[in-house]
């Protein structure tokens, strides 16, 4: 049973093109993430919500939206891709509370812009 | 604002041998939470191990521990009989608490350390 699914896990697309990652959960928790990692493998948050609310929203291009149907579903839209979005892109959730607070993270999704 | 610190781009360890990551770590909350994650070239975070904040013993998972030093704000990462499968990038990562609501936390993290294992 994969906890956090994301799909696709790989991903190749032109310059211009909008595209999507969906993400979910089976853990029941109530906040989803997405994070980015780049090319240097640095990672960073870009958005957080809690409970279909959006709570994190980093400084990220408009062209990022997130879009959270459920609980356990976060989906990530990108329009008007450009070669720097190239670049692993991470699914995470967590349950807050004592014992808990850990963040659990999807396979990723590998998009390479061209 | 947080910080995470990884000051070994890279480290090799002999296969069986001990071997340690270093990572420090600076927030300004009172109650926060260290992890460290393992990332191999399939790209997947993997959770190795997690400490709380508030508890002073050091965590262990099978051949995984830590060295939690509140007081010098480090987190290091020792890794015992080490396996060829260990070989990754390893990643040290904050949450620090005391948001308003849930999802407002930020798991922030080092620049990972890259471990090579030799047969």
């Known amino acids: 049973d994969t906890a956090v699914s994301q799909t696709p896990k790989y991903l190749v697309t032109q310059m211009g093109n909008d595209k999507s990652i969906k993400c979910e959960q089976n853990l029941g928790h109530d906040t989803m993430y997405w994070y980015k990692q780049d090319s240097k493998k640095f990672l960073k948050i870009m958005f957080s919500?809690?409970?279909?609310?959006?709570?994190i929203n980093e400084t990220v291009p408009n062209r990022f939206s997130p879009k959270s149907p459920d609980k356990a579903h976060l989906n990530l839209h990108i329009n008007s891709l450009e070669l720097g979005d190239s670049a692993v892109y991470f699914c995470?959730?967590?349950?807050?509370?004592?014992?808990?607070?850990?963040?659990?993270f999807g396979e990723g999704s590998w998009l390479t812009v061209v | 604002a947080q910080t995470v610190t990884q000051s070994q781009p890279e480290m090799s360890v002999q296969e069986a041998e001990t071997v340690t990551l270093s990572c420090t770590y600076d927030t300004s909350e009172s109650d926060y939470y260290l992890f460290w994650y393992k990332q191999p070239p399939s790209r997947q975070m993997i959770l190795v191990i997690r400490q709380e904040a508030y508890k002073q013993q050091n965590a262990t998972e099978n051949r995984f521990s830590v060295n939690f030093q509140k007081a010098a704000k480090s987190f290091s990462l020792k890794i015992s009989d080490s396996q060829l499968g260990d070989a990754a990038m390893y990643f040290c990562?904050?949450?620090?608490?005391?948001?308003?609501?849930?999802?407002?936390?930020?798991?922030?993290f080092g620049k990972g350390t890259k471990l090579t294992v030799n047969p």
């Open positions: 995470a959730s967590s349950q807050e509370g004592r014992g808990a607070n850990t963040i659990y």
């Open positions: 919500y809690n409970n279909k609310e959006l709570i």
């Open positions: 990562a904050s949450l620090a608490m005391g948001g308003s609501r849930g999802g407002s936390e930020k798991l922030v």
